[in-house]
């Protein structure tokens, strides 16, 4: 299966993975949650799909479209998927562009903090952690000080945050790698009793930010495991973090060359597939 990414408007651009191996309802090679669509949408976002396997031309015709971006969760290859080799592209590009002054934002959840490590570093530093279905509190850092992305009371108190990745950031190959320590700040971490994890970062002088939870299954997936929580704190702290992604596109001015491409790169053009109650994600887009 494939990962995609998304597109706001403020266009956020969200990018496709290849289909989930042995995901029933897959069409064509890959898709996109829906979840982090509605994510997106809820606080005022229009979403252009990423689609994997098109040229880098295509790609940096979208980039230049589009106001934010957003690395989803998932599980393919940081190093060799599709998915990968687009988030290196829309990373370059984010770079490049805040660079030279353009602002860009980049979220990454889950999967997506995961690949922006990677990307960061050049390196694949995670390790294997106990959190595979697990709901936590954050533990905020000192260098969380008067950040906007997340507010304390309740997230640091109640179980607010659905976990279900199996690889982390350890905060001891954060803290032992240059790269990582100059480019990311780290807000929040959490453990699973045996390793300390970076769960929410921020870099230093980009505007990406990255979590290692999961801020859209609060109020949009279903699937009756443990670690899912659907409690008000949840939601609100769901939304927040959305609202403040947004926020953040809305400072970008890219867009379309015409309200016809604009039209056709829409995900309006989608319509999401029901996966049953017991999916993983409740309801998917496919993409060819
Ligand atoms: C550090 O990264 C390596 C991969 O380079 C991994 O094998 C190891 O488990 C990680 N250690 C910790 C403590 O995270
Ligand atoms: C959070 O979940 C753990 C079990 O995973 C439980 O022990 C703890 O009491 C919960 N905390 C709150 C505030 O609900
Ligand atoms: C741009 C790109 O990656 N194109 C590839 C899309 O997928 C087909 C078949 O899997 C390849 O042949 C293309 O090279």
Same mark, same amino acid.
């Given at each position: 299966?494939?990962?995609?990414?998304?597109?706001?408007?403020?266009?956020?651009?969200?990018?496709?993975?290849?289909?989930?191996?042995?995901?029933?309802?897959?069409?064509?090679?890959?898709?996109?949650?829906?979840?982090?669509?509605?994510?997106?949408?809820?606080?005022?976002?229009?979403?252009?799909?990423?689609?994997?396997?098109?040229?880098?031309?295509?790609?940096?015709?979208?980039?230049?479209?589009?106001?934010? #971006?957003?690395?989803?969760?998932? %599980?393919?290859?940081?190093? $060799? +998927?599709?998915?990968?080799?687009?988030?290196?592209? @829309? !990373?370059?590009?984010?770079?490049?562009?805040?660079?030279?002054?353009?602002?860009?934002?980049?979220?990454?959840?889950?999967?997506?903090?995961?690949?922006?490590?990677?990307?960061?570093?050049?390196?694949?530093?995670?390790?294997?952690?106990?959190?595979?279905?697990?709901?936590?509190?954050?533990?905020?850092?000192?260098?969380?000080?008067?950040?906007?992305?997340?507010?304390?009371?309740?997230?640091?108190?109640?179980?607010?945050?659905?976990?279900?990745?199996?690889?982390?950031?350890?905060?001891?190959?954060?803290?032992?790698?240059?790269?990582?320590?100059?480019?990311?700040?780290? #807000?929040?971490?959490?453990?699973? %009793?045996?390793?300390?994890? $970076? +769960?929410?970062?921020?870099?230093?002088?980009?505007? @990406? !930010?990255?979590?290692?939870?999961?801020?859209?299954?609060?109020?949009?997936?279903?699937?009756?495991?443990?670690?899912?929580?659907?409690?008000?704190?949840?939601?609100?702290?769901?939304?927040?973090?959305?609202?403040?992604?947004?926020?953040?596109?809305?400072?970008?001015?890219?867009?379309?060359?015409?309200?016809?491409?604009?039209?056709?790169?829409?995900?309006?053009?989608?319509?999401?597939?029901?996966?049953?109650?017991?999916?993983?994600?409740?309801?998917?887009?496919?993409?060819?």
């Amino acid at each position: 299966a494939g990962v995609a990414g998304l597109v706001f408007f403020p266009r956020s651009g969200v990018l496709a993975q290849e289909n989930i191996v042995g995901d029933p309802h897959a069409q064509g090679s890959s898709y996109i949650a829906a979840s982090y669509v509605k994510h997106l949408e809820s606080a005022g976002a229009r979403v252009v799909p990423i689609r994997i396997n098109r040229t880098d031309e295509e790609y940096e015709k979208i980039f230049n479209s589009i106001n934010g #971006l957003l690395l989803p969760g998932g %599980g393919v290859d940081l190093q $060799i +998927s599709q998915f990968s080799r687009l988030s290196k592209i @829309f !990373y370059d590009l984010a770079i490049k562009t805040n660079d030279a002054s353009d602002y860009f934002p980049v979220w990454g959840t889950c999967q997506g903090l995961q690949q922006m490590t990677v990307l960061s570093s050049n390196k694949n530093l995670l390790t294997l952690t106990e959190t595979k279905a697990v709901a936590l509190p954050l533990t905020f850092t000192p260098d969380s000080m008067g950040i906007c992305l997340l507010y304390k009371s309740k997230m640091s108190e109640d179980n607010i945050t659905s976990n279900f990745h199996s690889w982390s950031l350890s905060l001891q190959n954060y803290s032992r790698n240059a790269k990582l320590k100059h480019f990311y700040k780290v #807000l929040t971490t959490n453990t699973d %009793g045996r390793r300390e994890f $970076i +769960s929410t970062m921020e870099a230093n002088h980009y505007p @990406f !930010y990255a979590v290692q939870w999961h801020p859209e299954k609060s109020p949009f997936e279903w699937v009756d495991k443990p670690g899912m929580v659907h409690s008000a704190a949840s939601v609100r702290a769901s939304f927040y973090t959305a609202l403040f992604f947004v926020s953040e596109a809305m400072k970008n001015h890219h867009k379309f060359s015409s309200a016809s491409e604009e039209e056709r790169a829409l995900i309006y053009n989608y319509y999401p597939v029901f996966t049953g109650l017991d999916g993983i994600f409740l309801q998917n887009y496919y993409f060819d």
